[in-house]
T-cell receptor
């Protein structure tokens, strides 16, 4: 079956760095997405990786290793507004999104 | 970046009535659109996949006669919740796929059936 694993919840301190991991097993691979979702809102796009390596975009970076079925989202200089759920999703061979359950990130002052 | 517009953002309707939700890709052509439903404290659930000009493919357990999907053009897909009931109250989200750059999400529609 298809499976995406990410931690349920993480806590970090304002100003610090946090890494959210995601491992996946899917039928085919056409890219991996990271989305941020605040409570009661639709997910918003953060990053898209289809090749191995690190993609940096401001305070957020995303890494992919296709051979390991592994990705992480790195958030630097954490701000209180970064408190949200972070969803990892893989586009499979049929171009359907397979979603992880999300990681709830709690930022403390 | 690519923009997907979903309308309305919120709707309240009476039980037994139908509600139509629109999903538009504003600056790209989406050959495929996806419709999701968000259950409380759960990840998004894919309801159906629609390709322009053809019938939608529904996921197991999703009633195709209740959730009507139309994808008449490369920039517009609609989801109609027919004969809505309170248990249909949920957050519905569309996603449009650009073949080259990926899939992008609409803002979501919060449906409340009273």
């Amino acid at each position: 079956g298809q499976n995406i694993d990410q931690p349920t919840e993480m806590t970090a301190t304002e100003g610090a760095i946090v890494q959210i991991n995601c491992t996946y097993q899917t039928s085919g691979f056409n890219g991996l997405f990271w989305y941020q979702q605040h409570a009661g809102e639709a997910p918003t796009f953060l990053s898209y990786n289809v090749l191995d390596g690190l993609e940096e975009k401001g305070r957020f970076s995303s890494f992919l290793s296709r051979s390991k079925g592994y990705s992480y989202l790195l958030l630097k200089e954490l701000q209180m507004k970064d408190s949200a759920s972070y969803l990892c999703a893989v586009l499979d061979s049929n171009y359907q999104l397979i979603w992880g359950a999300g990681t709830k990130l709690i930022i403390k002052p | 970046g690519a923009v997907v517009s979903q309308h309305p953002s919120r709707v309240i309707c009476k039980s037994g009535t139908s509600v139509k939700i629109e999903c538009r890709s504003l600056d790209f052509q989406a050959t495929t659109m996806f419709w999701y439903r968000q259950f409380p404290k759960q990840s998004l659930m894919l309801m159906a996949t629609s390709n322009e000009g053809s019938k939608a493919t529904y996921e197991q357990g999703v009633e195709k006669d209740k959730f009507l999907i139309n994808h008449a053009s490369l920039t517009l897909s609609t989801l109609t919740v027919t004969s809505a009931h309170p248990e249909d109250s949920s957050f519905y989200i569309c996603s449009a796929r650009d073949r080259d750059i990926g899939a992008f999400f609409g803002q979501g529609t919060r449906l409340t059936v009273v």
